[in-house]
């Protein structure tokens, strides 16, 4: 592959790896799987078996695992032939999926503060019409 395809295979399939994981150890979707795995990840007498919890409990980790199981089903290498291309696009692969985990979770938070002033902004003018509707009554 030339470098210009290997690119753009490099920040698509970063984009299924975020995605996933940011599901298993962000959404609402498996928030009893992943807090199971939270409780086991602190409580767990052997260190294995915290460690192994953990890693669905962090995005970064997460990613790592995702981004070794898509890189044995594309086959994809980037910048070099053999093992060394496999490295190189394990840790290019997780590097790119974590800015988008990062732009994504900023955007959300940008959403939810956007919702939260809006949201006091009406109750603000609700109160506005309440007072000046007993004004009115009331003169």
């Known amino acids: ?26 959404e609402e979707v498996l928030r009893e799987w992943r807090e199971l795995c939270e409780e086991n990840s602190k409580n767990c ?27 044995i089903f594309t086959r994809f290498k980037l910048l070099a032939a053999g093992w060394l291309g496999y490295v190189i696009a394990g840790f290019a692969l997780v590097w790119v999926a974590n800015i988008y985990m990062s732009l994504f979770a900023h955007i959300r938070l940008e959403i939810r503060r956007e919702r939260a002033e809006i949201s006091a902004e009406e109750k603000h003018l609700t109160k506005n019409r ?5 004004f009115r009554k009331t003169a």
């Open 130 to 134: 309440a007072d000046a509707s007993e």
């Open 45 to 71: 007498r052997r260190v294995f078996a915290r460690k192994f919890f953990y890693v669905f409990t962090c995005e970064y980790c997460f990613s790592h695992y995702v981004t070794v199981v898509f890189l």
């Open 1 to 26: 592959m030339r470098l210009r395809e290997q690119l753009v295979w490099l920040f698509v399939l970063a984009i299924p790896i975020a995605s996933i994981a940011w599901t298993v150890t962000r």
